[in-house]
């Protein structure tokens, strides 16, 4: 028995090593229960940022984290809810509420697109941090298609949920490595950086847009 093996023993003797292992969902909530709190220490870290600093750039990154952290907690609230009584209806409220989050994260997006091209803010680093961010960038989209690609079978409306958030924060992710590409790696006029900016900005813009509608329409249709 190798070492992979003996340590997925002692974790399935467990409860809660048995639910990780066994089962997809338990999977995916404790992931969300992860990314809720990173979201919230990012939260936290910004607004503070912001209110020292004055900054108004802080202070948007601030309340995209809070946003992305509220999504993430009536999930995690959800599913804890569905353990003492499991309701399908109580899913897709919650997919209705996270629809229109994700519609009011689109404001704050568009607010921080705003502040990033008026002010020229974008965050330049070495060649090593810049190769090294965007290689886990690159990771995060390709293990958020490959989750998609293996949950799209499931039905469950909160599964579908947590995937959305998941394709949002990606989206702002990519727009974000751009920006920091662009003027770190130099090799395009200040006017060409502009556009690719405006253009993969409106790109996110109107992608989380569909998103906050699709999850409204599907929670009203099935609510």
Known sequence: MNLKQRIINKVERTEIGKQFIGEQRSRIILFAVFSFSRNLLYAFYNGALGIINHSAWFIIMC??????????????????????ISSSDIEYFVMKLCGVLLILLNFVLAGAIYISLSRNIATKHGEIVMITIAAYTFYKVTMTVIKAVKQHKNPSPLLSVIRCIGYAEVAASVLTLQRSMLVSF???SDTDIRTMNILTGSAVYL??????????TKGKRKG
């Open 63 to 84: 309340a995209y984290h809070i946003v992305l952290s509220t999504m993430r907690l009536s999930v995690i609230l959800c599913e804890q809810k569905n353990k003492n």
């Open 186 to 188: 130099r090799g395009m």
């Open 207 to 216: 992608f989380v847009l569909i998103l906050g509608i699709v999850l409204i």
